[in-house]
């Protein structure tokens, strides 16, 4: 993650958004246990980082990858609040669900937003749930283009969307719900989309494992079934998980960092 913040353009100059924000951050850890004196306790662990400066900022709903943690993140959340925005990241599960339910707990914690979120953020930080901006990394790309869909029965109404190297599937086939139609601009998306991949991500790191992020699940394919306006960036020389903190713990921590191939910086 550090290397990806040092990448620069082939000028001399510096692209203000790889450079920290003006704003310091705090961290918030929220779940239903902790916030059971609030009105509406959230329904999934969460993870929020926001501008400490008193304000009103936009929200930045925020879906981690597959089997991954949302603190795993931290190091790219700070830094993207540090430009002003407020960054919502749950835990949607610890084991992997079936079929559609880890887009509807998705969409439960959106639908939260409007009557929780102001309750667990310190009194002179306050949301501006109008311009609510949905994204995710890997698997949770998908569960964030699912949401824009309609799947889960979201009513938390949405700005913009923010695909971090999104993956629909594996080498055996997608993973449910199969939002995947291939076919060109099909995605029924009513607000500005922006997809963000990486050059790595459909390589192997060995004759015995597939790509995190093989061809036809990618990318490459989300953009392409996405209306305009639309935007499609490619960090050619990173990988599927060089957007993860650089030092992960645990167990999960070291089988993340090893089963993606990795760029080597700028």
């Not at 920290?20 to 980082?49: E, F, H, N, R």
């Not at 994204?135 to 869909?149: E, Q, V």
């Not at 015995?208 to 699940?217: G, N, V």
Request: with cysteine.
């Amino acid at each position: 993650m550090a290397q990806l913040l040092e990448t620069k353009p082939a000028s001399s100059t510096v692209l203000p958004i790889f450079l920290a924000g003006k704003y310091q951050t705090q961290t918030i850890s929220a779940d239903s246990a902790s916030s059971s004196k609030t009105q509406s306790p959230p329904l999934k662990p969460l993870l929020i980082v926001t501008p400490s400066d008193k304000g009103t900022y936009p929200v930045i709903l925020f879906f981690h990858g597959f089997m991954l943690r949302n603190i795993f993140y931290t190091d790219l959340l700070n830094h993207i609040s540090s430009h002003g925005f407020i960054l919502v990241a749950p835990q949607l599960y610890r084991v992997p669900p079936k079929g559609i339910r880890e887009v509807k707990s998705a969409a439960q914690v959106a639908n939260w937003l409007q009557s929780g979120l102001q309750s667990i953020l310190p009194k002179n930080i306050e949301p501006n749930l109008k311009t609510v901006v949905l994204s995710g990394h890997s698997r949770g790309g998908k569960t964030a283009f699912a949401l824009a869909l309609g799947y889960g029965d979201p009513i938390q109404k949405f700005s913009t969307l923010i695909g971090i190297d999104p993956v629909a599937g594996n080498n055996f086939g997608t993973t449910t719900p199969h939002i995947l139609t291939y076919e060109p601009k099909s995605f029924d998306i009513p607000f500005p989309i922006t997809v963000i991949g990486t050059g790595l991500g459909p390589e192997s790191k060995g004759l015995m494992s597939c790509p995190c992020a093989p061809k036809k699940y990618n990318h490459e394919e989300f953009f392409n079934e996405s209306k305009p306006p639309r935007a499609h960036f490619t960090a050619k020389n990173y990988g599927h998980m060089d957007m993860l903190n650089d030092d992960l713990s645990g167990l999960i921590g070291k089988v993340a960092d090893s089963m993606c191939v990795n760029g080597k910086g700028p």
